[in-house]
């Protein structure tokens, strides 16, 4: 595997495979390094406990002066999957930077990859935060596409402007319901979402092709999931068949929430249903006394960005995702737009 040679070892650096009695330290050091999106073990442990098991995934740890000083990962993603291609982070605490952690934890990486042969690594970086661009530039990444963050403070909102939009997109047939509302009503519940979710996915911009995740798997971890807000996410139904959605997530560390995946099916788009729904959203925001809702679109989806904008989301600094590319790779299509994710 090609790539730059990184510096010297640290003295008394061990980089080490991450184990169960890890997670408070580490989900305390990566919050110290994006405090503005705090997570908690239990999301830690969601995630880890529903993950695919035939998906490469490892996370390691930094220990040096007896403290874990970086976490990060490396493996490959269920949503954009290929047997040759892998992302990686790294979060060093802000304490400790600049000294090689985060190189000689790269090449541990690196290393740990050359069995798999990989043909593109992926990783990531806010724009805002010049040490970890360098970092990956100065490795050889380029950029490959950008997400815009998006704010709202559901305070700032005025509904007026707004009237009867909802109401319209009812009037032509479309039912606005919400998670709970058909998990209890509907048998199909599970398949007709998840077909929906499937096809409003591959709309969403993305570095790669979206893939399938496992059906039994994608719903246990939906119906276990503790952020999921279930009177928050909201359905639009077109006679028996679920033709968009937008959803809401908590930050149990937090008082905000974020916006996961909005989209409507292509068929349905134009009708005013992804604005009807992400009003939907917004009112849930308000009467819940939400601060502060967030979410993120690709700066190349003008579609969603002018919905977010017309409704009053600010922008934020952009996050930016990057690719090493090791091996020719076959150029894919570029998925359309007109979706949204909440990365």
């Not at 000083?69 to 047997?83: D, I, K, N, S």
């Not at 279930?230 to 068949?241: H, L, S, T």
């Not at 249903?273 to 006394?289: F, M, N, P, T």
């Amino acid at each position: 595997m090609n790539s730059t040679p990184e510096s010297d070892p640290v003295p008394g650096l061990r980089i080490r495979a991450f184990r169960e009695a890890d997670y408070p330290a580490a989900v305390a050091l990566v919050n110290r390094c994006f405090p503005e999106y705090p997570d908690t073990v239990a999301d830690w442990t969601h995630g880890d406990a529903h993950r695919n098991p035939k998906l490469v995934f490892q996370r390691l740890v930094a220990e040096l002066d007896g403290a874990i000083r970086a976490v990060g990962f490396y493996g490959q993603y269920e949503g954009m999957f290929h047997p040759r291609k892998f992302g990686w982070e790294v979060s060093v605490d802000p304490d400790w930077r600049r000294r090689g952690i985060g190189g000689a934890f790269y090449a541990q990486v690196l290393s740990a990859l050359e069995a798999h042969d990989p043909i593109t690594l992926w990783t990531e970086a806010r724009e805002d935060h010049a040490h970890s661009r360098r970092f990956v530039e100065s490795r050889g990444y380029v950029e490959v596409m950008r997400e815009w963050e998006n704010h709202l403070r559901p305070t700032d909102f005025d509904p007026a402007r707004w009237e009867g939009r909802i109401e319209r997109v009812i009037e032509s047939g479309i039912r606005m319901a919400t998670y709970a509302e058909l998990e209890r009503e509907d048998p199909e519940f599970f398949v007709k979402l998840f077909d929906l979710v499937m096809e409003v996915d591959r709309d969403v911009p993305s570095p790669e092709a979206s893939t399938r995740p496992d059906f039994a798997l994608w719903v246990e971890r939906l119906r276990s999931n503790h952020n999921l807000i279930a009177d928050g996410y909201f359905i639009a139904v077109d006679g028996e068949r679920y033709v968009g959605l937008s959803t809401l997530y908590r930050s149990e560390a937090a008082e905000f929430l974020y916006t996961g995946l909005t989209g409507v099916r292509r068929d349905w788009r134009r009708r005013g249903i992804a604005l009807a729904l992400k009003l939907r959203a917004i009112e849930h925001c308000r009467r819940e006394q939400v601060p502060l809702v967030k979410t993120w679109n690709a700066s190349t989806n003008t579609g969603m960005l002018g919905i977010n904008e017309a409704l009053g989301f600010v922008r934020q600094p952009a996050w930016i995702n990057y690719a090493l590319q090791l091996a020719e790779d076959p150029a894919e299509e570029p998925a359309a737009d007109s979706a949204e994710s909440g990365g």
